[in-house]
């Protein structure tokens, strides 16, 4: 028997490299949300750590019933020096506009907080803009947001 609610839960899995061009678009449709023009090659590059397995970065995308992707999220190992350990740091999280609010975000962060838990990290981290009431709605049912504020320095390099 299905639990209840779960019904229309995607499954969460790894991105393949034959799913490159539809990882692409949902990338580069993130980027737009925020605002963000990708440097050239910088979709490459975040490609290029997916696919490398010795690199601790990892993409997992969320298939609908249907077979579509539908949602991305990609995480990575963070030092945390205070904790002597590392917190799991979500980078960057995906749904396909006509399906927010449907529990694919939600099933998405519960992926991420699992992996953590099952390598014994404590702490997911993740950032998001005032803007984003949103998302902000779905972030604060896991935790209320933190009062620390982000500092971000362009260094010309």
């Given at each position: 028997?299905?639990?209840p609610?779960?019904?229309?839960?995607?499954?969460?899995?790894?991105?393949?490299?034959?799913?490159?061009?539809?990882?692409?678009?949902?990338?580069?449709?993130?980027a737009a949300?925020?605002?963000?023009?990708?440097?050239?090659?910088?979709a490459?590059?975040?490609?290029?750590?997916i696919?490398?397995?010795?690199?601790?970065f990892?993409?997992?995308?969320?298939?609908?019933?249907?077979?579509?992707?539908?949602g991305?999220?990609?995480?990575?190992?963070?030092?945390?020096?205070?904790?002597?350990?590392?917190?799991?740091?979500?980078?960057d999280l995906?749904?396909?506009?006509?399906?927010?609010?449907g529990?694919?975000?939600?099933a998405?962060?519960?992926?991420?907080?699992?992996f953590?838990?099952?390598r014994?990290?404590?702490?997911?981290?993740?950032?998001?803009?005032?803007?984003?009431?949103?998302?902000?709605?779905l972030?604060?049912?896991?935790?209320?947001?933190?009062?620390?504020?982000?500092?971000?320095?362009p260094?010309?390099?």
């Amino acid at each position: 028997m299905t639990e209840p609610g779960k019904e229309n839960r995607p499954r969460i899995r790894p991105v393949v490299p034959g799913e490159h061009a539809r990882w692409l678009e949902m990338f580069e449709a993130y980027a737009a949300f925020y605002r963000v023009t990708l440097p050239e090659g910088a979709a490459g590059t975040v490609w290029g750590w997916i696919a490398d397995a010795g690199e601790p970065f990892w993409c997992d995308v969320a298939e609908a019933a249907d077979g579509r992707l539908v949602g991305l999220v990609q995480y990575q190992l963070m030092h945390r020096s205070l904790g002597g350990g590392h917190v799991v740091y979500l980078s960057d999280l995906y749904v396909e506009p006509g399906i927010r609010g449907g529990g694919t975000g939600r099933a998405l962060i519960e992926h991420v907080i699992a992996f953590a838990r099952a390598r014994g990290i404590a702490n997911v981290r993740w950032l998001t803009q005032e803007f984003n009431y949103p998302a902000r709605t779905l972030y604060d049912t896991f935790a209320p947001k933190s009062d620390f504020i982000l500092y971000s320095v362009p260094t010309g390099a």
